[in-house]
């Protein structure tokens, strides 16, 4: 069994994703469906998937959830609301009323996006964290490594909160530099309360040149901090696809992680997202 924790599906008949702007993400202006995602995890053995929000819109967390409910190869979805809405419990609670809403299992923000690097320490926003814990959901951490020192804060202020941290803080793999990076994270994994996502490591490194050994340094650095007992694999599909196929990420990733035991690569492959988001087992194919 194999886990992808980490995808989005969009569709620009319905909604513009505005962030996709220039020509480097040029390729990504078109739609991206269950569809089209199916053969490619088939492909890579994976047999469930967490699919996550992608822009900040109330709506698409509705429709994610009924994705996930027509389509079983969605175990999980990572939503979003507003954290510092006053109403926030009560617009969890509507969300897990919903078709699907049995599948919500996270909340995220991209938090990447502002400009305030103690943003997650703000109290409208400590009070929403404070929410999604009561609801038994976790909480994605989109964040640049300038925001990692708010985001250690912010998972030391909420112990009963697991934090998901997404495509390992996003460290600058093409310039090959580590620091602060690698300091910050290692203070993010001191922390029994966090996770984090071995994803989105490709369209941090080059991405026409990229190799398996420019992403070791930062795999290795989250797998000795976090080990794989707090490690998950995410494809980041289709971002992933302005430098590498769906088939080249897991590739990649099995690479990554060659030297690990079958237990250890059972976790970061399926057991921790298991955990984590709370999946049920795969559907039994006929």
Not at 5 to 14: E, G, I, R
Not at 114 to 128: N, T
Request: hydrophobic share 45%; with cysteine; net charge negative.
């Amino acid at each position: 069994m194999t886990v992808d924790a980490h995808h989005h599906v969009w569709d620009l008949s319905v909604r513009d994703q505005d962030w996709i702007t220039g020509p480097e993400l040029a390729p990504l202006r078109r739609n991206f469906t269950v569809a089209d995602l199916r053969p490619e995890a088939e492909a890579a053995g994976i047999d469930r998937t967490v699919l996550v929000q992608t822009i900040t819109v109330a709506e698409e967390t509705p429709e994610f959830l009924a994705l996930a409910a027509a389509h079983e190869l969605i175990a999980g979805v990572v939503g979003w609301t507003d954290l510092t809405a006053p109403g926030i419990a009560d617009d969890l609670a509507r969300l897990r009323a919903l078709p699907g809403g049995d599948r919500l299992k996270g909340i995220r923000h991209q938090v990447q996006g502002e400009p305030d690097p103690d943003w997650l320490l703000r109290p409208d926003v400590r009070r929403g964290l404070a929410a999604v814990a009561d609801a038994g959901l976790v909480y994605d951490l989109l964040v640049r490594p300038s925001q990692l020192p708010a985001a250690a804060k912010a998972a030391a202020d909420h112990p009963g909160l697991t934090f998901v941290l997404d495509h390992l803080g996003k460290p600058p793999i093409a310039s090959g530099a580590l620091e602060p990076w690698e300091s910050a994270v290692r203070t993010l994994a001191a922390l029994p309360n966090t996770v984090c996502k071995v994803s989105g490591m490709v369209t941090e490194a080059d991405h026409t040149a990229w190799t398996v050994a420019d992403l070791r340094p930062y795999a290795d650095t989250v797998l000795d901090a976090f080990g794989p007992a707090r490690l998950m694999f995410g494809s980041d599909w289709p971002v992933c696809t302005l430098a590498a196929s769906y088939g080249q990420v897991v590739s990649a990733a099995g690479e990554l992680t060659a030297r690990l035991s079958q237990d250890e690569r059972a976790d970061l492959f399926d057991a921790t997202a298991t955990r984590v988001y709370d999946l049920g087992p795969p559907a039994v194919r006929p």
